[in-house]
Each structure stands twice: as structure tokens, then as C-alpha cells.
Nanobody
Framework: QVQFVESGGGLVQPGGSLRLSCAAS????????MGWYSQAPGKERERVAM???????TYADSVKGRFTISRDNAKNTVYLQMNSLKPEETAVYYCNAVPPIGPASWGQGTQVTVSS
């Protein structure tokens, strides 16, 4: 069973940047399509970016040009560089496979708060 541990969130002003990290356990990581998901208060969890095992990326329209997903298979880690952050992007951010492996695979997430 693959487990994920997210980190790197925090409080940032509108227009600021953060870099999130997600460490995965297990040997399956390098073959997984990985994604970053966000869940704002009172809303459904949604995927904002994904990356294949070979590095091809896809983004939600709302973050294109501002967010960059990357991965380091040697470190079992996936990253999300977030630039020009907006207050409406305040959420808990999670990583998981695409599609998600299962309910038990979700980590605690990392809180991102965009506020002045």
C-alpha cells in the first residue's frame, strides 16, 4: 500500500509562491501517474495537476501558467510549485495517484492559506 506525506504549505500573501512536496512510500511510485488535489472548505476535492511516470503534465485551466508539477522518481517525491497564488486557492492540498489508489491512501494534506 502506497502512503503519501505532504509538506510545504503555509500562509502566503496574494501573488506569492509556495512549493509543496509529497513523499511517497513503496516501490510503485515510479510507475504511478501522480496528481495534486485541492480541497477548499465546504467543497469537493479536485485535481489541479497531474504528471505521468515519464514526466508529461496536465493542469486544470485555473492554474495553467502559474503552477508547475514535477517529480523525482529517485526520491519518490512529487512537487507542486505554485506562483501568483490567489485567495480562492486557499485549501488543503493533497497528492495521490491518478486515479487515487483508495480511501486509505490519502495523507493529511498540507494547508495553504492565501491572505493578506
Amino acid at each position: 500500500q502506497v502512503q503519501f506525506v505532504e509538506s510545504g504549505g503555509g500562509l502566503v500573501q496574494p501573488g506569492g509562491s509556495l512549493r509543496l512536496s509529497c513523499a511517497a512510500s513503496g516501490s510503485l511510485f515510479r510507475i504511478l501517474v501522480m496528481g495534486w488535489y485541492s480541497q477548499a472548505p465546504g467543497k469537493e476535492r479536485e485535481r489541479v495537476a497531474m504528471i505521468t511516470s515519464s514526466g508529461s503534465t496536465t493542469y486544470a485551466d485555473s492554474v495553467k501558467g502559474r503552477f508547475t508539477i514535477s517529480r523525482d522518481n529517485a526520491k519518490n517525491t512529487v512537487y507542486l510549485q505554485m506562483n501568483s497564488l490567489k485567495p480562492e486557492e486557499t485549501a488543503v492540498y493533497y497528492c495521490n495517484a491518478v486515479p487515487p489508489i483508495g480511501p486509505a491512501s490519502w495523507g493529511q494534506g498540507t494547508q495553504v492559506t492565501v491572505s493578506s
